[in-house]
């Protein structure tokens, strides 16, 4: 057991030395999420500093056109893709496991053909109603016409994107996270940065950067298709493929209906601001969301490596075990978020001006409200996927048609006069609500929950920087300079104020880890 499963220590204590399974544990997970949020980083990253250079090219509302149209393309290119990634990733897995070739070759070619098929079906039916569909996220005649002349342009998007989603996909069935993570984390974000700032330079403004993005995606197709053809084996690659449709697509279809209802899949903020707002409206709101990235970078590097984790751990009845690493991870995933979304809510001016400059300023009070509800996203760790790889998919899916009701309810109710702050606190009160509801659920299915003993560390530290930054904030004077200076020494104080309360043996794990390595290199 970890120590979050017994008495914690003191402040300032460590903990219980780590057992075998538990040591056993936190370096699967430190290691898999290593090589996630590596990719994470570096997708975040430049994806922030391309919304930074958009911004600043196009102004928010520019940049605004061309988030709504992206918005617009990734939800039709989920029902192209149609969960067949999902799939392609199990049955891979499985043939893999009976040490049979046709079934792995047959599950990746099924895959790619099943979403082949849904995706170039999706891309006519975006050509045939095309009017139709910018129609219901716009009502700007100006804005129309720019939605309309733009979907064809980006709608190869569809069916680029699905494929990419399969071939990274059957690569994890390979239990490995490199290929995926390096395709589509590294080389397609390089790809469209560099193609995009290219575009805007020479002045082809949201045109350009939509065909970039196509680009970007067909060059990341190519990598990952390298790597998968490295992957196979001679077996597998020689073998008469057999192909299994049918029961891909029973599983492909519910984990697609799951996926699509998201909340952040559909990027319902931004379409509903676009329908009653327009795109400057929909650019700030994008703004803000592009701010709370950096404080989502760790949990959405540890999910992937978390899900087999979960299932294997649960398949085995090792419920303790789980629940103990469960309370690690959780405690992670704050350590590393909560000072981010403080920051935020204490100074989110500092933020808009370095993302935007002047033309984000009215995305400033959505910057500190989106924080509070990212509190309680991340705080919540990774419950959804304790829900779903025990066995419970449908409550995940029901929990996200309930969001996205609740979310399209109070849009339409508030959103009209509200704008950008209204929006802003809908997605506050929907992530809150439906998070917390996640952690009371996976209590009641499985036994486990998030919250350790050694969990107020991360909260303790957080509260004392806050403290300091609110108090540097009270100085008189508006110096970007000084205001810097100020998250810089109150994350110091973060520092410190760990560092005071103790290390966990788990991380203590982790570095004598790195620590080993580094030394190895040398």
Do not use: C
Not at 30 to 47: F, H, M, P, T, W
Not at 81 to 92: D, H, I, K, Q, S
Not at 175 to 193: D, E, H, I, W, Y
């Amino acid at each position: 057991m970890t120590d979050d499963s017994l008495k914690g220590p003191l402040p300032g204590e460590a903990g219980p030395r780590l057992t075998e399974e538990a040591t056993e544990d936190i370096g699967v997970v430190a290691k898999g999420g290593a090589v996630q949020i590596i990719g994470q980083v570096s997708q975040r990253g430049l994806s922030f500093i391309f919304g930074a250079v958009v911004t600043r090219f196009l102004g928010p509302a520019g940049y605004g056109l061309y988030r709504l149209v992206v918005q617009i393309i990734a939800i039709l290119s989920q029902v192209g893709l149609l969960g067949f990634n999902y799939a392609v990733m199990r049955f891979v897995a499985k043939g893999r496991a009976a040490k049979d070739p046709a079934a792995v070759k047959g599950a990746i070619l099924t895959g790619v053909a099943g979403t082949i098929v849904s995706s170039v079906v999706v891309i006519a039916v975006t050509f045939a109603l095309t009017t139709f569909i910018a129609r219901n996220f716009t009502n700007d005649p100006e804005e129309l016409d720019d939605v309309r002349r733009l979907l064809p342009l980006v709608s190869p998007y569809i069916l680029l994107y699905a494929l990419l989603q399969v071939v990274r996909y059957a690569t994890q069935g390979y239990k490995t996270m490199v290929p995926s993570v390096l395709s589509g984390n590294v080389v397609q974000p390089v790809a469209r940065f560099v193609l995009a700032v290219g575009a805007l330079v020479i002045g082809f403004e949201v045109a350009g950067i939509l065909v970039a993005l196509n680009i970007s995606v067909a060059i990341a197709l190519g990598a990952a298709l390298w790597w998968l053809r490295r992957l196979m084996t001679e077996a597998q690659w020689t073998a008469p493929a057999r192909f299994g449709f049918g029961p891909m697509l029973r599983f492909s279809v519910p984990q697609a209906g799951a996926s699509l209802l998201g909340v952040q899949t559909l990027g319902l903020g931004m379409l509903i601001l676009g329908r009653y707002h327009g795109t400057e409206a929909v650019g700030l709101f994008a703004i803000a969301l592009s701010l709370q990235g950096p404080g989502n970078v760790f949990l959405g590097g540890i999910v992937n490596i978390w899900a087999p984790v979960v299932t294997d751990l649960y398949d085995r009845k090792e419920i303790d075990r789980l629940g103990s690493l469960y309370k690690t991870i959780n405690r992670w995933i704050a350590t590393f978020s909560f000072p981010v979304f403080a920051a935020l809510l204490i100074e989110p001016d500092v933020f808009v001006e370095l993302f935007a400059g002047d033309k984000g300023a009215e995305a400033v009070t959505a910057v500190a409200i989106l924080a509070v509800g990212n509190i309680f996203y991340t705080g919540t760790g990774p419950t959804g996927y304790v829900i779903s790889m025990t066995g419970h998919p449908t409550v995940n899916f029901i929990n996200s048609a309930i969001a996205v009701a609740l979310y399209v309810g109070l849009g339409v109710a508030f959103v009209p006069e509200g704008g950008v702050v209204a929006m802003a606190w809908i997605d506050v009160l929907v992530t809150a609500l439906i998070n917390s509801v996640r952690v009371v659920q996976a209590y009641k299915l499985v036994g486990i929950h998030p919250y350790g003993r050694t969990f107020y560390k991360p909260v303790v530290a957080t509260l004392v920087a806050a403290a300091v930054l609110g108090a540097w904030h009270a100085i008189p004077g508006d110096n970007i300079l000084l205001d810097v200076a100020g998250i810089v020494v109150a994350l110091a104080a973060y520092l410190i104020a760990l560092k005071r309360l103790g290390i966990d043996e788990e991380e203590r794990h982790v570095l004598d880890r790195i620590r080993k390595r580094a030394i190895k290199r040398k």
